[in-house]
Every structure is written in structure tokens, then in C-alpha cells.
């Protein structure tokens, strides 16, 4: 990323916490300011020592300075530190506030473990460059600037000897730090690879046990782990090669100075007192041009971080603010906000990226509410995707698809989400108890709402049975949890949201019979009031339906009832057949 994209970016976390690192930063400049009159005192006490006059009053002047000094310092490192942790903070709430309202295209075309990494570790390295590097960067440069002219003070000619050994040595230190940048930036990512792998590994843990792929799985994640030590111990290796030519610089300015500034002593050109605090100063600037290389290295550290967070805040996102405007039957948003709804696709087009192929190709169907609408067809004929569509995870790339009479984009998302219940195919469940499971789409359900949806998806003998009730933790992934019991607790949440439309996703396929039964029986009943849309492959579901929906390669053959399908559409009567045999078999 350009180095001036990395400056606009840094500012933006920067900017809310000015006041406060300024604050740290005066601290710290008073701090060092305060350091470099102790030389002072210091060749006052050596001039007094060959003569008559007391040094008590000086020695007390000189420990002063020493205490003063370091409390001011103690003080800005506090404030600093403190903000850094409120830089860190504030960008990861950004970060995760933005994240999770990533468009579904962007969250499939991405790691989740990487997005993970950019808000755990990207925006800790985040810290060093907002407050250490830029601090860093200015008290450095001005305690550089005050030791330099004090130092001119004391004897331009022993300046000139300093300042010349520390450009050689710093202009060579100078190419370490764009390896620096390109390691760190390495390291990230592949730090980014490690919570990929590891995510993967854990989001299909039994199947990876089944299948004997822990070695392999194992070695996935260490091999990761290796290239991010590799490229952690590259920008080290480089970090120290800059640090230590501060040192290196010091050491070799000393030398000089002593040799040169032992001549000019024996000549007669300065004394001895101006050569030792000459030295001193000498000895104080180690301490800022350390930070200016400190800042020059964190700088390239952070800015391979802040390139990944500007990434990441780069993918696109929901709308979720968007205002709601007029129907096409002029219904206003506070309007049509109880009854069943209706849907209706007009002609729609859809491909999940510009480079794959269509997968609707001019969808038109309409469902009234309210009543039960089943979608059947082959696998990869869109009906997983109809759904999709409806709750605006993506846009339509033609066409129009209207919820009550009003085409969704002009829905506000939140209250067009509000209106849907929706359960998944693989009917998830999260980590947590089955309370808040159940609360999730609905936090503020009752007690008594919360009983009765148990009851109507044949769940309360489950709850009965486990060891703490609605408060029993379901383990990652609902893995506590037999697959039909995470699929009525599935059911039970969107019931519980209270919809207009609900949407099931094959959502009775993990349930033996007598569940099915009684669950197909609470789908006809709450159809009654609510428009429900099934996918669904069991042709005892299907038959309960008002109206079925044939689709195939990504249009609709045929809509009607199961008698009049059968009678007129080849493909739902072969399928009806082979679900016929299935059930007999």
C-alpha cells in the first residue's frame, strides 16, 4: 500500500486519541528535556571540584533532575500505553462491527480464520505504530534536535566527528526497514493461515477424526505456524540489525570523541569539564535516535497491518441504515405490518459472480398469503437459492422480487429480516445454551412464549431430558445435540421470531417419523396464518402444500397442487415416483 494511503489510514485511528498522545507526548518531550540539563549540572560539579566552592547544592540539583526526569517519563508512558489499548479498542469494535455485516459474497470469497487474524492480531501491531512509532517519531526528533544544539554549544568540532559516524551507520541501518515491512506483512498472513486452518480443522472436527486426518491436519497448521516463525524471525533478524546500530553508532562516536576530544583538551581548546559533559550528551542521545530507529521499525510493522485492515474494511457490507421508501401499492413502512406476506419473483436473474454461470434464469412466480408453498426440483435447480434471494443475503442481477406487493431493495434490511424466519438447510445451532439459542432471532421473548414454541416443535421431552434444562450448554456447533434435535431447535427460533413469511430449508430431513409427523403438522398449522415457503425432497411434505413449485436448471416448469403436477408435469411425476419407491423400499 502507498506509503501516503498508509498515513491517511493511520491518522484515521489516530485521530479521536490526538489530545490524549499529545498529552503523552509533552510528557515524555518534558520528561527528556528535563534529562538534558542534567550534563549541565554535571560540568558545573566537575568546575567546581577543582576549586573552593560548595557541590552539595549541585549534587541535590543533579538528583532532582534525575528523579523529575524519570517521573515525567513514568507519567507520558502510562498515558501512551493507555492509548494505545484505546487505539486497539476502537479499531477492533470497527472492525467487528463492520465484519459481521459483510455481504455474503464477500464472507464466501474470504478465509474466515483470515478475517478472524485481522481483527485479533493485525490490529495489535495496530498499537505500535499509532502511538509508539508517531510519539516515538516526534519526541525522538525533537530530543535529537535540542541534544544536537547542545552539543554544538559545548564544541562544533566534536559534533561534526558525532554526527558524521552516526549518518554512515544509520544510512546503512536505513535498508533494513523496508525488510522489515515485507516480513511482518508475510508473518500476518500467514498467521492469518494458521486460524484458517484451524477453524477448518474445528468446524469438521468429527469427520476429521473419523477420517484419520489429524496428522494431517496437524501438519496443515504447523507448516503455517513454521512460515510465520520464518518470517517472525526474518523481521527480527532486521529489527536487531537496526537497533543495534544505535548502539554500534554510540560506541564508535565515543571512541572518537574521546580520541579527538582528549587532543583538544591537551591543546587547550576546551576543558575537561566540556569534554565529560560533551560525553554525557554523547551518552543521552543514544536514547532518541533508539527511538527514531524504534519508530522507523514499528512504522513498517504496523503498516503491514494497517494494509490488511484497510483490506478488510475495504469488502463490502450491508446496508443495514438504508431509509424505506414508498410501495408500489403506496404502503409505507409502518404499513402492512401484520398478516401473512406475499412474495412474488418477476422474471429474476441471478449468478453468484460475474465469472460463474447463471444460476436463475427469468424466475416468475407468485405466492399469496397465507398457505404452505413448496419448492421442488433436482439438485442445483435454485431452490436454496430462492431463499437467498427473498432475505437479500445476495441481489438479484435482473428482475424484481417483491415481499407484500414492494420490491425488497426498497426494504429497509432490518425490517425486511424482521418479517422472515428462516431455517437453514443445516439448521444451526450455536455455541451456548438452548435459552439463548432460542433467543437469538427473538432476545425479547417471554418465558411463556419461550414454553409454548418448545411444545409446538416437540422439544419440551428433550429439554426434560437434559441435565440443566434451557440452560444446558450445546458444545460447539450444537455438537451436544443430535442432528434433529438442532433442527427443532432451529424450527423453535424462527418460530419464536413470530414471522409473517417463513422460510424451511429442508428443514425436517434430520427427523425420524413420529418428529416429522408432528412437526409437519406444526408447519400446517402455523400456514394457517403465516405464508410459509418449503425446499423439500420428502413427498410427504410436499403433499401437504397449496401449491407446489417445479424448478429445473433455474427456472419454474410448473406450479399447482400435487393431483395436477403429477397428472401434467413429466420431471414432478418422475420425482413424486422415485420418492414413492424410496418411501416403500
Known amino acids: 500500500m502507498p506509503a501516503k494511503e498508509t498515513w491517511r489510514a493511520l ?3 489516530f485521530r479521536p486519541h490526538r489530545g490524549a498522545v499529545a498529552l503523552g507526548a509533552l510528557l515524555t518531550l518534558t520528561g527528556s528535556m528535563t534529562a538534558l540539563a542534567q550534563p549541565l549540572a554535571a560540568k558545573a560539579l566537575v568546575d567546581r571540584l577543582g576549586g573552593d566552592d560548595p557541590i552539595a547544592g549541585v549534587l541535590v540539583l543533579l538528583g532532582a533532575l534525575v528523579i523529575l526526569g524519570t517521573a515525567i517519563e513514568s507519567v507520558g508512558s502510562y498515558v501512551l500505553e493507555r492509548t494505545a489499548e484505546s487505539v486497539v479498542l476502537a479499531a477492533r469494535r470497527t472492525l467487528i462491527g463492520r465484519l459481521l455485516r459483510l455481504r455474503l459474497t464477500e464472507v464466501e470469497r474470504t478465509q474466515p480464520g483470515d478475517l478472524m487474524s ?13 502511538t509508539q512509532s508517531v510519539v516515538s517519531a516526534v519526541s525522538g526528533g525533537l530530543t535529537f534536535l535540542a541534544t544536537i544544539a547542545m552539543m554544538g554549544l559545548m564544541d562544533p568540532v566534536l559534533l561534526g566527528v558525532t554526527f558524521g559516524v552516526i549518518v554512515l551507520i544509520g544510512g546503512a541501518a536505513s535498508l533494513a526497514m523496508p525488510k522489515i515491512a515485507q516480513a511482518t506483512r508475510r508473518a500476518q498472513e500467514a498467521v492469518g493461515t494458521i486460524s484458517t486452518a484451524l477453524e477448518r480443522a474445528f468446524g469438521a472436527f468429527r469427520t476429521v477424526k473419523a477420517s484419520g486426518a489429524e496428522r494431517r491436519e496437524t501438519e496443515a497448521v504447523q507448516e503455517a505456524a513454521r512460515e510465520a516463525w520464518r518470517h517472525g524471525v526474518r523481521s527480527a533478524k532486521w529489527q536487531a540489525v537496526a537497533g543495534s546500530s544505535v548502539g554500534l553508532a554510540v560506541q564508535v562516536s565515543f571512541l572518537a570523541v574521546l580520541g579527538i576530544g582528549g ?24 536514547e532518541p535516535v533508539a527511538r527514531l530507529v524504534d519508530a522507523a521499525s514499528q512504522y513498517q510493522v504496523g503498516s503491514a497491518a494497517i494494509a490488511r485492515i484497510v483490506q478488510a474494511e475495504r469488502l463490502e457490507t450491508e446496508e443495514t441504515e438504508e431509509k424505506g421508501e ?14 401473512p406476506a406475499s412474495v412474488t419473483f418477476e422474471d429474476v436473474t441471478f449468478r453468484y459472480r460475474d465469472e460463474l454461470p447463471y444460476v436463475h434464469h427469468g424466475v416468475t412466480f407468485e405466492v399469496p398469503g397465507p398457505g404452505m408453498t413448496a419448492f421442488v426440483g433436482p439438485s442445483g435447480a435454485g431452490k436454496t437459492t430462492v431463499f437467498g434471494l427473498i432475505e437479500r443475503f445476495y441481489e438479484a442481477t435482473g428482475g424484481r422480487i417483491l415481499v407484500d406487493g414492494r420490491d425488497v431493495r426498497e426494504w429497509p434490511l432490518a425490517e425486511l429480516r424482521a418479517t422472515i424466519g428462516y431455517v437453514e438447510q443445516d439448521a444451526p445451532v450455536l455455541a451456548g445454551t438452548v435459552r439463548e439459542n432460542l433467543l437469538f432471532a427473538a432476545p425479547d421473548a417471554t418465558d411463556a412464549e419461550v414454553r409454548e414454541v418448545l411444545v409446538r416443535a416437540r422439544l419440551d421431552g428433550v429439554i426434560e431430558r437434559l441435565p440443566e434444562g434451557l440452560e444446558t450448554v450445546v458444545g460447539h456447533r450444537g455438537s451436544k445435540l443430535s442432528g434433529g434435535e438442532r433442527q427443532r431447535v432451529a424450527i423453535a427460533r424462527a418460530l419464536l421470531r413470530k414471522p409473517r413469511l417463513l422460510l424451511l430449508d429442508e428443514a425436517t430431513s434430520q427427523l425420524d417419523a413420529v418428529n416429522e409427523l408432528a412437526l409437519r403438522d406444526v408447519v400446517t398449522e402455523v400456514s394457517r396464518e403465516v405464508t410459509v415457503l418449503v425446499v423439500a425432497h420428502r413427498l410427504s411434505t410436499v403433499t401437504l402444500a397449496d401449491r407446489i413449485v417445479v424448478m429445473d436448471a433455474g427456472k419454474v416448469r410448473a406450479v399447482g397442487t400435487h393431483a395436477e403436477l403429477v397428472a401434467a408435469d413429466p420431471l414432478y411425476g418422475e420425482l413424486a415416483a422415485t420418492q414413492f419407491l424410496a418411501a416403500s423400499a
Open 11 to 13: 491518522y484515521r485511528h
Open 118 to 130: 485481522r481483527i485479533t492480531s493485525d490490529t495489535t501491531l495496530l498499537r505500535a505504530v499509532t
Open 263 to 286: 587532543a583538544r583538551v591537551a591543546s587547550g581548546a576546551i576543558s575537561v569539564s566540556t569534554l565529560v559533559a560533551f560525553l554525557l550528551y554523547l551518552f543521552y542521545l543514544t
Open 326 to 339: 414508498m410501495g408500489e401499492a403506496g404502503q409505507t413502512d409502518a404499513a402492512r405490518t401484520d398478516g
